[in-house]
């Protein structure tokens, strides 16, 4: 079978049934003693392009990417471990304001590697520390759905051909992390991830498309593109968030607009 055939989650899900991988159902990896671990890259002409982001963009796009898993496990972020390989006609100036633009999270960048390559990438590892991580798995029948901001601004951007600057949702993280019962952090699309949640945690998510909040310039259409890179989480309560779903018995996700059923598609390496 084909990557192109089996997707990413399907790749992931044969790992694990090999037990070649373990323990990767949520957002980002608990390594004991509270110390929480996750890591994404970024390829160009795969998730971004230079002629329509700057530099500093990148970087700080780069850093939360990868922060947002954290925010997702309720932790603190401690640093940052940063790989950077690129051509070597790409000007120290410019590696400068990419590492300016991580620097702005406020989270220190503590190691990393660099690497001679024909294309720039970015792979980022974010290490923090959470007393409790609510994963994706502990949605409950009766349970509110909610999101920490406007979604679809990534989607509108990129129908500019340009990108956004991805928020920093580390504060609500710690938040919902110590009352919610399931978080994770909108990458691949709000259906997609609210599916992740339905799956895990043997329930239906329900989402009124009607109540999500846009982005300025979004439409629901790019909900589907996703990196918006918002908390959704299952909780008992708003938890000062806003309300956009519940979770019945049942399983899979319903999108709903005004009462009647709604389609959203989403994202998916490989194919």
């Known amino acids: 079978m084909k990557l192109s055939e089996a997707g990413e989650l399907g790749l992931l899900a044969e790992l694990e049934r090999r037990g070649l991988a373990q323990r990767i159902e949520n957002d980002a990896a608990e390594l004991g003693a509270g ?161 992740h949640i339905a799956s895990r945690s043997g329930c239906r998510v329900v989402i009124e498309l009607e109540r999500v909040p846009l982005a300025a310039g979004a439409e629901l259409s790019d909900l589907s593109f996703g990196e918006d890179y918002e908390l959704l989480a299952a909780a008992d309560s708003s938890h000062g968030q806003m309300i956009i779903g519940r979770c019945e018995e049942g399983a899979g996700v319903e999108l709903t607009l005004n009462g009647e059923p709604f389609e959203l598609g989403g994202w998916q390496h490989f194919r």
């Open 35 to 195: 110390v929480i671990a996750t890591q994404d890259a970024l390829v160009e002409d795969v998730h971004f392009r230079l002629d329509w982001i700057s530099w500093r963009d990148l970087g700080w796009r780069a850093a939360v990417v990868n922060l947002s898993d954290l925010a997702a496990s309720g932790a603190d972020a401690e640093g940052l471990l940063v790989t950077l390989a690129a051509p070597g006609d790409v000007q120290v100036e410019d590696v400068v304001q990419l590492y300016e633009g991580i620097a702005e999270t406020g989270v220190p960048v503590l190691g990393g590697d660099t690497s001679r390559a024909r294309s720039i990438m970015l792979s980022v590892t974010a290490i923090g520390r959470s007393d409790r991580v609510p994963g994706r798995a502990g949605a409950l029948p009766g349970d509110e759905v909610v999101v920490t901001g406007p979604l679809g601004a990534a989607g509108a951007a990129f129908r500019r051909e340009s990108y956004v600057r991805p928020p920093l949702r580390l504060t609500e993280g710690k938040q919902l992390g110590a009352h919610a019962h399931a978080v994770l952090d909108i990458s691949d699309g709000l259906a997609v991830d609210a599916g």
